[in-house]
């Protein structure tokens, strides 16, 4: 009873900050940080699944999260009609090659037995596969570039819904989760942390390299909204009466408006993302899984296939931080390769589960609240701070210039910060793993 009492009283006081600052600073500003904290809490759930169930230690939750944010631009883009015509039928040569490379690699593995010539054979095929693709996209690829650079240079998208994007964004995550899976899975777990990171750091290279396809650091825009547009709204005759009668400002109100929108959207994803994780969490299969993490060789002898356990769960959680990265960029509304950082997209996400408590599905989520929070507060907070330790120096004071502008960089000592006062007084998190279930 104490224990769910402290529990509700945590979301409680979360949600009392953001009310604090929507009262103090803006409400703009606060159902901003509302629905990146929504978000950051559905990627802290892919993460939960993958260490907090099964103790995988997996640090490319950036490569996950970027190509979920790929779908949402290949889905909702229109096509780039000239960059076609132009490509001819280079684009789709290329495709064919690399299906049939991939198709023709998995029907060796598949027929012959595991030796050294099949692993051979698959990866001559690869090698040729790759020349071939490279010796007719190559050009290819010159020719799409070139076409009006400024505004595209690239092949566009398919031109369907953005909303479309958030479940194929998960598959396509889930997908090259698997591949990475059947390559990794079987190293030891510090092995497995370099391979993910590894990786995660050649998709984003891919995304930033490949303008063709992503626009590279030129960055694909205007992304088409799951929700109005601010302009829409302040021309629509019942978005001006409904903002007369509640005596605000049709332009304020109007983006406060799209962002209630977002966080109806983000609310429902995050609750049925909760909600399917929570399931399965309680379920057999859940206990296999926190049994498997415990003690594999255990249930190794039990008859249990730990890698295939651990493949399942890996492809899972990097399915939810898909849909989270495919999120993001529909939030953002715009594609932008260079933003995908470690820091920002492995590093925190990470802090969030262990905050919040491994293994326990609200204590991800109240991580992603706590962390995400905080790293956009920080700032004005370290402001806040430094000013009134330097209100009694002089105006001219060069120790007190250089306070002042630190303040800026208080994010990362406040992270640091809350990440040892758990680790100290809450090593378990703020809502620890139930293991009473």
Same mark, same amino acid.
């Given at each position: 009873?104490?224990?769910?009492?402290?529990?509700?009283?945590?979301?409680?006081?979360?949600?009392?900050?953001?009310?604090?600052?929507?009262?103090?600073?803006?409400?703009?500003?606060?159902?901003?940080?509302?629905?990146?904290?929504?978000?950051?809490?559905?990627?802290?759930?892919?993460?939960?699944?993958?260490?907090?169930?099964?103790?995988?230690?997996?640090?490319?939750?950036?490569?996950?999260?970027?190509?979920?944010?790929?779908?949402?631009?290949?889905?909702?883009?229109?096509? =780039?009609? !000239?960059?076609?015509?132009? #490509?001819?039928? $280079?684009?789709?040569? *290329? /495709? %064919?090659?690399?299906? @049939?490379?991939?198709?023709?690699?998995?029907?060796?593995?598949?027929?012959?037995?595991?030796?050294?010539?099949?692993?051979?054979?698959?990866?001559?095929?690869?090698?040729?596969?790759?020349?071939?693709?490279?010796?007719?996209?190559?050009?290819?690829?010159? =020719?799409? !570039?070139?076409?009006?650079? #400024?505004?595209? $240079?690239?092949?566009? *998208? /398919? %031109?369907?819904?953005? @909303?479309?994007?958030?479940?194929?964004?998960?598959?396509?995550?889930?997908?090259?989760?698997?591949?990475?899976?059947?390559?990794?899975?079987?190293?030891?777990?510090?092995?497995?942390?370099?391979?993910?990171?590894?990786?995660?750091?050649?998709?984003?290279? =891919?995304?930033?390299?490949?303008?063709?396809?992503?626009? $590279?650091?030129?960055?694909?825009? %205007?992304?088409?909204?799951?929700?109005?547009?601010?302009?829409?709204?302040?021309?629509?005759?019942?978005?001006?009466?409904?903002?007369?009668?509640?005596?605000?400002?049709?332009?304020?109100?109007?983006?406060?408006?799209?962002?209630?929108?977002?966080?109806?959207?983000?609310?429902? =994803?995050?609750?049925?993302?909760?909600?399917?994780?929570?399931?399965?969490?309680?379920?057999?299969?859940?206990?296999?899984?926190?049994?498997?993490?415990?003690?594999?060789?255990?249930?190794?002898?039990?008859?249990?296939?730990?890698?295939?356990?651990?493949?399942?769960?890996?492809?899972?959680?990097?399915?939810?931080?898909?849909?989270?990265?495919?999120?993001?960029?529909?939030?953002?509304?715009?594609?932008?390769?260079?933003?995908?950082?470690?820091?920002?997209?492995?590093?925190?996400?990470?802090?969030?589960?262990?905050?919040?408590?491994?293994?326990?599905?609200?204590?991800?989520?109240?991580?992603?609240?706590?962390?995400?929070?905080?790293?956009?507060?920080?700032?004005?907070?370290?402001?806040?701070?430094?000013?009134?330790?330097?209100?009694?120096?002089?105006?001219?004071?060069?120790?007190?210039?250089?306070?002042?502008?630190?303040?800026?960089?208080?994010?990362?000592?406040?992270?640091?910060?809350?990440?040892?006062?758990?680790?100290?007084?809450?090593?378990?998190?703020?809502?620890?793993?139930?293991?009473?279930?």
């Amino acid at each position: 009873m104490i224990t769910s009492i402290r529990n509700v009283l945590y979301f409680a006081v979360m949600a009392g900050l953001i009310v604090l600052v929507g009262q103090m600073q803006s409400w703009n500003l606060a159902l901003s940080i509302l629905n990146l904290c929504l978000i950051s809490a559905v990627m802290s759930l892919g993460v939960n699944m993958q260490w907090g169930y099964a103790g995988l230690f997996n640090v490319g939750v950036m490569g996950f999260a970027a190509l979920g944010g790929l779908t949402a631009m290949l889905v909702s883009m229109p096509p =780039v009609q !000239e960059a076609w015509t132009a #490509a001819g039928g $280079g684009a789709w040569v *290329g /495709l %064919g090659i690399l299906v @049939l490379m991939i198709a023709t690699s998995a029907w060796l593995y598949r027929k012959l037995p595991k030796s050294g010539l099949r692993t051979a054979l698959i990866m001559l095929v690869v090698i040729a596969g790759y020349v071939l693709l490279r010796m007719y996209f190559d050009p290819t690829t010159k =020719v799409i !570039e070139k076409v009006n650079p #400024a505004a595209s $240079g690239y092949l566009g *998208g /398919l %031109g369907l819904p953005i @909303l479309i994007a958030w479940p194929l964004g998960g598959l396509l995550a889930g997908g090259v989760a698997w591949i990475v899976g059947k390559i990794t899975l079987g190293l030891r777990s510090d092995y497995l942390a370099i391979a993910t990171l590894g990786i995660s750091e050649i998709i984003v290279a =891919v995304l930033k390299h490949e303008d063709w396809l992503t626009r $590279g650091v030129k960055n694909v825009t %205007g992304l088409p909204r799951p929700v109005p547009y601010e302009v829409n709204l302040q021309n629509a005759v019942w978005f001006n009466d409904l903002s007369e009668k509640l005596g605000a400002d049709p332009v304020t109100f109007s983006s406060i408006f799209v962002k209630l929108c977002y966080a109806g959207l983000f609310t429902v =994803v995050l609750l049925m993302v909760l909600w399917l994780s929570e399931k399965a969490l309680r379920s057999p299969w859940g206990r296999m899984m926190r049994a498997i993490r415990d003690n594999e060789v255990s249930a190794n002898a039990m008859g249990k296939d730990v890698t295939a356990r651990h493949l399942q769960v890996f492809v899972l959680g990097s399915i939810v931080v898909g849909i989270a990265g495919a999120m993001l960029t529909t939030l953002d509304g715009q594609l932008t390769p260079s933003s995908y950082q470690p820091l920002r997209f492995t590093f925190l996400i990470w802090v969030m589960v262990i905050v919040g408590g491994s293994g326990n599905n609200w204590g991800a989520v109240l991580g992603g609240f706590v962390i995400w929070f905080f790293w956009i507060e920080a700032e004005p907070l370290g402001l806040w701070l430094m000013d009134t330790i330097t209100s009694g120096m002089p105006a001219d004071s060069g120790l007190r210039a250089h306070l002042l502008e630190s303040a800026a960089h208080m994010r990362l000592a406040t992270m640091g910060i809350i990440l040892l006062l758990a680790l100290r007084f809450r090593p378990r998190g703020l809502l620890p793993e139930r293991t009473h279930q």
